[in-house]
C-alpha cells in the first residue's frame, strides 16, 4: 500500500511565502512522476506543477515565476516552494505521484493540505 501524506499548508498574507512537503511511503518500486494540485469549493482540481523521473517538469502559467518545484528522488519527497503568494492561490493543496509497485502503476493522492492567503 502506498501513502502520500502532506505538510506545510497554512495561512500567509498576500505577498508571503509557504513550502510545502509529500513524502511517499509504501511497497514503492519506482515513482514516475511526482506533483501538485490544487482545488477551491465549486471548481475542478487543477495541476500546479510536476516533475518527472527524468527531470522535466510542468508548471501552470498561473504560478510561473512565483512556485518552484522540486524533487529528492532519495526519500521520495516532493516540495513546491510558494512565493510572492495570492489571493488566488488559495486552495486546498494535492499531493499527487504516479508510483509503480509489484503489482500496479497508478496514480496515488494525499489527502490535501489547506492554503489561505489573506491579510
Known amino acids: 500500500q502506498v501513502q502520500l501524506v502532506e505538510s506545510g499548508g497554512g495561512s500567509v498574507q498576500p505577498g508571503g511565502s509557504l513550502r510545502l512537503s509529500c513524502v511517499a511511503s509504501?511497497?514503492?518500486?519506482?515513482?514516475?512522476?511526482m506533483g501538485w494540485y490544487r482545488q477551491v469549493p465549486g471548481k475542478p482540481r487543477e495541476l500546479v506543477a510536476s516533475t518527472h523521473v527524468s527531470g522535466g517538469t510542468n508548471i501552470a502559467d498561473s504560478v510561473k515565476g512565483r512556485f518552484t518545484i522540486s524533487r529528492d528522488n532519495a526519500n521520495n519527497s516532493v516540495y513546491l516552494q510558494m512565493n510572492s503568494m495570492k489571493p488566488e492561490d488559495a486552495a486546498i493543496y494535492y499531493c499527487?505521484?504516479?508510483?509503480?509497485?509489484?503489482?500496479?502503476?497508478?496514480?496515488?493522492w494525499g489527502k490535501g493540505t489547506l492554503v489561505t492567503v489573506s491579510s
Open positions: 499527487n505521484a504516479f508510483i509503480a509497485t509489484l503489482t500496479a502503476d497508478m496514480d496515488y
Open positions: 509504501g511497497s514503492i518500486c519506482s515513482i514516475y512522476r
